[in-house]
């Protein structure tokens, strides 16, 4: 008894080490995210057009490179060198347009940082997955996405009040190296620690899973639901001169909430309480 519940900790352990990864992870780019159109526009020059291509480009790549990173992952079982490389290029993109003098180097790492994202996501996703027990892994998600929410609530509010006091975009880049850093250090504990952590295997109910005909049929209802979206971005952008600067990542902010539903208000319940009935599990 004593062995197996030295087998949770480890396995609950080494899923809030990797959801202190997405915490700082989600500050850096929901953080970044928040004052890029008004950098991008006002700051570089760009137009609000070219922010728009540059955007969906990004996001249509950091979805899209999920097909290519997942079957890489899953062939050559390099789980966490593939997510090495997406986080360093996911962490360090923003913070370097802080350093940036033109509006084509700033789509570049704008789009890079979401093809990063893209590249971690699907061989992060399983090593949280063969960290949590058989029948729990839905815990081990919550866990983790508690965290990441936490994190993106607190960038776009920390951006806003270094552009309230010091109006300064580069800095708020800059600044964004901080977590960036933390992000990733944590992320090389959790790989050391990950090492200490007995393998497991889950068995997946095989007749449970989504047919490739219902998986198109999802995907191109998903695909036309998001068609009629307005990208938040573009309010940003029109928000500018009208409010004062500072407020505009509180905009983006508060869309982002909009956006992801009662998971942020339920964010530090959640994790309390999947964290408490993990660690108290026979």
């Avoid at 960038?155 to 880049?173: K, Q, T």
């Avoid at 790989?191 to 889950?202: E, L, R, S």
């Avoid at 990208?231 to 992801?260: C, D, K, W």
């Amino acid at each position: 008894m004593a062995e197996k519940r030295r087998i949770v900790s480890q396995g609950t352990m080494l899923i809030i080490i990797l959801g202190v990864v997405s915490l700082f992870g989600d500050f850096v780019y929901e953080g970044g995210r928040s004052i890029i159109p008004q950098f991008f526009t006002t700051g570089l020059g760009g137009s609000v057009f070219l922010l728009g291509v540059v955007l969906g480009v990004g996001d249509f790549i950091g979805y899209s490179i999920r097909l290519v990173s997942g079957r890489l992952a899953d062939k050559t079982h390099d789980y966490w060198a593939i997510t090495f490389i997406g986080y360093i290029i996911n962490m360090l993109a923003l913070p370097l347009l802080a350093f940036t003098g033109s509006y084509i180097i700033a789509a570049i790492l704008i789009v890079a940082e979401r093809a990063g994202k893209g590249i971690r996501s699907p061989p992060k996703d399983y090593i949280i997955s063969t960290a949590a027990k058989q029948g729990k892994v839905g815990r081990a998600f919550a866990i983790n996405q508690a965290l990441d929410q936490t994190g993106a609530i607190i960038g776009p509010i920390v951006m806003a009040l270094i552009i309230l006091y010091r109006n300064d975009y580069r800095l708020a880049f800059e600044f964004l190296f901080l977590p960036a850093i933390v992000s990733l250090a944590t992320l090389v504990i959790a790989y050391q620690y990950h090492k200490h952590v007995p393998k497991k295997k889950h068995v997946m109910d095989k007749s449970k899973m989504m047919t490739f005909n219902r998986f198109i049929l999802y995907s191109l209802a998903v695909a036309v639901s998001a068609a009629g979206l307005y990208n938040v971005s573009f309010m940003l952008v029109s928000a500018q001169g009208v409010i004062s600067a500072y407020l505009i990542p509180l905009i983006f902010l508060t869309a982002m909430v909009g956006e992801r539903d009662s998971s942020v208000w339920s964010s530090a319940y959640c994790m309390t309480r999947s964290v408490r009935a993990w660690c108290t599990s026979d």
